[in-house]
Each structure stands twice: as structure tokens, then as C-alpha cells.
């Protein structure tokens, strides 16, 4: 599987955000998936994830100010944020949820990732 994440880039606070995540070579539609965040200097954390059916969860910090969805004709998941804070500034990833794709030496798979950076 690729996992290839874009739409981040430097925004102000206040601003909106959708991030995209297209996945390939694999069965995207029989996954839940979820979008990722890693800071500087912090671990990455879940803040959203859709199950198969479409059911939605948040963290607590993005709560009320995101909204997750897929679309399994483009397998793509896509993450809106809006009333965006500095705190938001991290390289967002997705991956299928609870358990990240492996690699075929056993780690988990990660792609890339996009930044996204919010000034004050």
C-alpha cells in the first residue's frame, strides 16, 4: 500500500484547512481510517478516525472544529479543520485505524505526511 497525504501548508490561525489522503494498492474500503498528527518534540497522536460504515470519533482538541470523511470510489479520506490554532501545527498522516499498515519487515508503514504550520 502507498499512503500519499497533501494540503497542509503555512495558514493563520483562524484559518480552514482540507487535507487529502489518497491511498493505493490496497483495499481501501474495508478499512476504518485515521488522521494522524505528529508536533515537534511530541509523539503522533489519532485526532480523527471514520469507521467502514462511517461512523466518526475526535480528540478532544480538534472537537467541534473537524470533520473527517471517505470516499471509497477515489480512496481518498479527507480531514477539514477549521478555527484553526497554533497548537494545529504538526505533520499530518493518515492510515487505516486502530493498526497502521507494516511494512514487509514487520514496522509500520508511514507516508510522508503534509505540514501544516499555523501562525498566531
Known amino acids: 500500500v502507498r499512503l500519499v497525504e497533501s494540503g497542509g501548508g503555512l495558514l493563520q490561525a483562524g484559518g480552514s484547512l482540507r487535507l487529502f489522503c489518497v491511498a493505493s494498492?490496497?483495499?481501501?474500503?474495508?478499512?476504518?481510517w485515521g488522521w494522524y498528527r505528529q508536533a515537534p518534540g511530541k509523539q503522533r497522536e489519532l485526532v480523527a478516525r471514520?469507521?467502514?460504515?462511517?461512523?466518526?470519533n475526535y480528540a478532544d482538541s480538534v472537537r467541534g472544529r473537524s470533520t473527517i470523511s471517505r470516499d471509497n470510489a477515489k480512496n481518498t479520506v479527507y480531514l477539514q479543520m477549521h478555527s484553526l490554532k497554533p497548537e494545529d501545527t504538526a505533520v499530518y498522516y493518515c492510515?487505516?485505524?486502530?493498526?497502521?499498515?507494516?511494512?514487509?519487515?514487520?514496522?509500520?508503514?508511514w507516508g510522508e505526511g503534509t505540514l501544516v504550520t499555523v501562525s498566531s
Open positions: 492510515n487505516k485505524w486502530p493498526d497502521p499498515f507494516r511494512t514487509i519487515y514487520g514496522t509500520d508503514y
Open positions: 494498492g490496497g483495499d481501501f474500503s474495508i478499512h476504518a
Open positions: 471514520i469507521t467502514i460504515g462511517g461512523n466518526t
